[in-house]
């Protein structure tokens, strides 16, 4: 599924380049095509000027023509040799009248665009002007049509990326549902039979020891199947006392754990924390966070979980003094399949983030973590 994401981004961004890379050429060709008859427009407009205004010649009703109606797009400013400006066309007339300065901005402007076009006046031979000029509405446009579309074709990546993200992602989800449902299918058939087997245990005179912690362990195991069996359902959220359900697990793993690891509860005074949860999915996300932390203190240090009541949420921090989490694998730990360890799947986290993020509407993150001091996850519960 990755590798075909891949190859999708991989497509379009051949796509996009390709289409953005013609424009650019074409608009290009265009503009500079544009440029030439621009600059051949002033050129005529100048020589119009010129026969009009030599006293020697009669003008024709060309230049006429050419002096009205050649240009009647493009912005341009006529100065003297002494650069002041005695002409202009094209501009707008009411910042001419209303901005002292516009006419002066506008002439820099035209400076930095086109070289001048000169001519000497027929009245006065030792008189130049010349003609500055900008770039019509048209030659503007074909300008930044290049800009206009790579923006179209960037948003439309991003809508398609966005489309098949959310397509794998959906995909994902229900193979993960389908996986869990079908394991505790898979685990009901046993179950039944142990159960029985441990009911005839009980009948027998000296199994009781043996029977009772049988009945632990399919306890256990009718749990683990419970939890699989809400995946990819909607479960029902009770208003339930976080403390208490935070302690019957720290109780569960501590009974697994050696002598050298201790473990601590801070709720800061209070006895009752409520908040809305599904008690068999949130302890399994708690006894995925205490099992992590207990294999990355590699069999001594301390486990300490601080739960916080705040006006709109609960905050359930749980530290370890392990040997914390690399900076590179920090964005990973919640990736299906990532795990560092020489045992597992690495679904614990993964499992634990859709638990505490789509069914409860929270969220669940690493809040710190250094190299040989420790990791803290936090998880964050609406109230």
């Known amino acids: 599924m990755f590798t075909q994401f891949f190859n999708w981004r991989i497509g379009l961004a051949a796509i996009a380049i390709a289409i953005v890379s013609g424009s650019i050429f074409y608009s290009n060709y265009l503009a500079k095509k544009i440029a030439a008859e621009e600059r051949l427009k002033i050129e005529q407009w100048v020589e119009a000027v010129k026969d009009i205004s030599d006293s020697t010649v009669s003008p024709t009703n ?93 948003l439309f990546i991003i809508i398609t990326l966005i489309a098949i993200n959310t397509r794998n992602k959906s995909t994902q989800n229900q193979v993960w549902a389908g996986m869990a449902k079908e394991t505790a299918h898979q685990l009901g058939t046993p179950l039944s039979s142990l159960q029985g087997w441990v009911e005839l245990l009980k009948d027998q005179p000296g199994n009781e020891k043996i029977a009772i912690e049988m009945i632990k362990d399919v306890d256990r195991l009718k749990l683990v199947s419970d939890r699989f069996g809400k995946i990819g359902s909607t479960p029902q959220l009770e208003e339930m006392n976080v403390i208490e359900q935070v302690e019957t697990m720290m109780a569960y793993i501590k009974r697994r754990s050696t002598d050298k690891v201790s473990f601590a509860i801070d709720s800061f005074g209070a006895t009752v924390i409520l908040a809305k949860i599904n008690a068999p999915l949130f302890d399994w996300v708690i006894e995925n966070l205490l099992k992590n932390a207990l294999d990355a203190m590699e069999g001594k240090g301390t486990i300490n979980v601080s739960i916080k009541k705040e006006t709109a949420q609960v905050l359930i921090d749980v530290t370890d003094t392990g040997k914390g989490i690399s900076k590179q694998n920090i964005t990973r730990v919640f990736k299906p399949g990532f795990t560092t360890k020489k045992r597992g799947w690495g679904l614990g986290l993964s499992l634990s983030k859709r638990i505490i993020e789509q069914y409860h509407q929270g969220e669940l993150f690493v809040k710190n973590s250094e190299s040989g001091k420790g990791t803290t996850f936090r998880v964050i519960l609406k109230k």
């Open 62 to 154: 060309l230049s006429g023509k050419i002096l009205v109606e050649n240009n009647k797009d493009i912005p341009m400013i006529a100065v003297n040799e002494k650069d002041s400006i005695f002409e202009s066309n094209n501009l707008d007339s009411l910042r001419i009248k209303n901005e002292p300065g516009y006419l002066g901005k506008k002439l820099k402007e035209f400076k930095l665009l086109h070289p001048p076009v000169s001519w000497t006046n027929p009245v006065n031979s030792l008189q130049k002007n010349r003609l500055y000029y900008g770039e019509s509405a048209l030659l503007k446009e074909v300008r930044y049509y290049p800009l206009i579309q790579l923006f179209i074709v960037a």
